[in-house]
C-alpha cells in the first residue's frame, strides 16, 4: 500500500474542516498509514464458511410490552414547573427565523 503524503493528509484535514500543525500532521501521516496497513490485512482474511455475527449475547425479543402506567399526576400538575406557559401550552421563544 501506498504511504499517505502530507497533502493526503491535508486533504484529510480539509474535508473534516481541521487545521493542523506541522507535528500533528506528522504524526497522523504514521497513525492513518498504520489503520490502512491493518485494513489491508483485515481484508485478506479468509472468511469463507464463516456466518455473520450480527449480536453475541444470544437474546432476542428482549423489549417490554407497552403498558400504560399512572403516575398520579395531572397535565396541570405537570404545566406548573414550567418557566412560560399559556393557557395549557409550553411557552418557548421563537425557533423559526
Given at each position: 500500500?501506498?504511504?499517505?503524503t502530507?497533502?493526503?493528509?491535508?486533504?484529510?484535514?480539509?474535508?473534516?474542516?481541521?487545521?493542523?500543525t506541522e507535528?500533528e500532521?506528522?504524526?497522523l501521516?504514521?497513525?492513518?498509514?498504520?489503520?490502512?496497513e491493518?485494513?489491508e490485512v483485515?481484508?485478506?482474511?479468509?472468511?469463507?464458511?464463516l456466518?455473520p455475527?450480527?449480536?453475541?449475547t444470544?437474546?432476542t425479543n428482549?423489549t417490554?410490552p407497552?403498558e400504560v402506567?399512572?403516575?398520579?399526576?395531572?397535565p396541570s400538575?405537570?404545566?406548573?414547573?414550567?418557566?412560560?406557559?399559556?393557557?395549557?401550552y409550553?411557552?418557548?421563544?421563537?425557533m423559526i427565523?
Amino acid at each position: 500500500m501506498a504511504k499517505l503524503t502530507q497533502d493526503d493528509i491535508l486533504k484529510l484535514a480539509k474535508l473534516a474542516r481541521l487545521r493542523l500543525t506541522e507535528t500533528e500532521i506528522n504524526k497522523l501521516q504514521g497513525e492513518i498509514g498504520e489503520i490502512l496497513e491493518y485494513v489491508e490485512v483485515l481484508q485478506n482474511v479468509d472468511i469463507k464458511g464463516l456466518m455473520p455475527t450480527y449480536q453475541v449475547t444470544g437474546l432476542t425479543n428482549i423489549t417490554r410490552p407497552d403498558e400504560v402506567r399512572d403516575y398520579g399526576a395531572t397535565p396541570s400538575d405537570l404545566l406548573k414547573n414550567l418557566p412560560a406557559r399559556e393557557k395549557n401550552y409550553i411557552k418557548t421563544k421563537r425557533m423559526i427565523r
